[in-house]
């Protein structure tokens, strides 16, 4: 099987551990073990009577329970822990299609929700989202990809990298359409509890053909245990745990403690994980409106993600190779998102204020040297 480089983690590997200010990445500032024990409430002692035992296919048993209380309305049968989401990702596309099915994903996307399938030899249709309109999701345009009735509908809301979402009846409305083209509809909410204009929208686990993934990574500041889950019904996560036998069996134990004390105080984490960021969105909306006409901000529903567009530039990747190399400032060029969006970049505003103001500075100290060198040229959008 032969997979598309996933441009965005290896960007990310080439840079993510090699500046000092990380404005690119799409997490919000992730915790220490012990800021995690304040906020939860417990001990590190409480581990020593753990023996390293196996867990299970499914999930720990408390770690299940927990997650099934939040998003299933406590069915744990619905519920599968897994590395992460991108194991989920990996495990369902491999598990649901075949080669020639159709799957139509939100484009632009993270890439695993969309290349996995095109590995297995699906065909791909995009629902393209676009500046122009702001990114809003236009679902006459879905209706009219599903009429080819496809075997998935892919989307993630909030989206990465724009941060936009979609209302609850737009949410009503997509799932009516998958309904009707008898399709999976996949649900990616890795940012859906981290919203600012409006309230989260709860994946749509009603609808008998939803796949949902959750993570640990991105709204709660855990990437590093690696935790994520999907809600999906009990006859299809049994056929993915077939698969999952030759992959990574069970997600380790250790893990499940973290994580299962970071959902049972899910609330706590991230009501102060999304002050920190709805701060920090204030500062990137005033930085972006003394930008003027350099660039262009479509403001986020969710996640600490914007999609940033720099009018008139066309090499964005160089500008961001230079910030790294150059600066020591993570920004990911929105070239890993597709060769239609060179002239963007995912700007993450999840991380301290510290690193955001820093890495504001840097890039208004590139615009500054490119301008100097074109005389103006591209500045003024030439
Ligand atoms: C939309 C989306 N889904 C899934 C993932 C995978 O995250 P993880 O494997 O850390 O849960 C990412 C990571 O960036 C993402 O952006």
Excluded at 148 to 154: K, Y
Excluded at 348 to 374: C, M, N, P, Q, Y
Aim: proline content about 5%; aromatic content about 8%.
């Amino acid at each position: 099987m032969q997979v598309a480089i996933a441009r965005l983690e290896e960007w990310m590997r080439l840079y993510y551990h090699n500046v000092d200010h990380d404005i690119g990445s799409s997490g919000v500032r992730d915790v220490t073990i012990e800021e995690l024990r304040t906020i939860c409430g417990f001990e590190l002692s409480e581990l020593d009577p753990m023996v390293f035992h196996d867990s299970e296919s499914f999930g720990g048993r408390a770690l299940r329970a927990a997650l099934a209380d939040r998003w299933t309305g406590g069915d744990v049968g619905r519920m599968m822990v897994t590395h992460g989401s991108s194991e989920a990702i990996y495990i369902v596309m491999h598990t649901v299609l075949e080669p020639g099915d159709e799957i139509v994903v939100v484009d632009p996307a993270y890439q695993q929700l969309y290349d996995v399938a095109g590995a297995l030899g699906c065909r791909i249709a995009r629902w393209g989202l676009r500046g122009d309109d702001g990114f809003a999701a236009d679902l006459t345009a879905l209706r009219t990809l599903a009429a080819h009735r496809p075997r998935m509908i892919v989307v993630n809301f909030p989206h990465n990298p724009t941060g936009i979402s979609v209302t609850p009846q737009q949410q009503r409305e997509l799932v009516a359409i998958a309904a009707e083209a008898g399709a999976w509809l996949v649900w990616d909410h890795a940012f859906g509890e981290l919203t600012y204009s409006a309230a989260p929208l709860p994946p749509p686990v009603w609808y008998d053909r939803c796949i949902a993934f959750g993570t640990f990574s991105k709204s709660y500041g855990l990437a590093g245990i690696r935790v994520g889950w999907c809600v999906a019904p009990p006859e299809l996560l049994a056929r993915m745990a077939v698969l999952r036998d030759y992959i990574a069996l069970y997600v380790s134990p250790v893990l499940e403690f973290f994580a299962e004390k970071a959902v049972r105080n899910a609330d706590r984490i991230v009501a102060m994980q999304q002050a920190h960021a709805a701060g920090n969105l204030r500062l990137l909306a005033d930085w972006a409106a003394r930008m003027g006409d350099r660039v262009r901000l479509h403001p986020p529903d969710g996640g600490v993600t914007a999609f940033v567009e720099f009018p008139g530039r066309l090499d964005v990747t160089g500008m961001c190779r230079r910030l790294a190399e150059r600066h020591r400032v993570l920004l990911v060029p929105g070239e890993c998102f597709g060769d239609d969006f060179r002239g963007f970049a995912r700007l993450g505003f999840g991380g301290t204020t510290a690193e955001l103001t820093a890495g504001l500075s840097a890039i208004e100290e590139v615009l500054r040297e490119d301008s100097s060198v074109t005389g103006g040229r591209l500045a003024a959008g030439a």
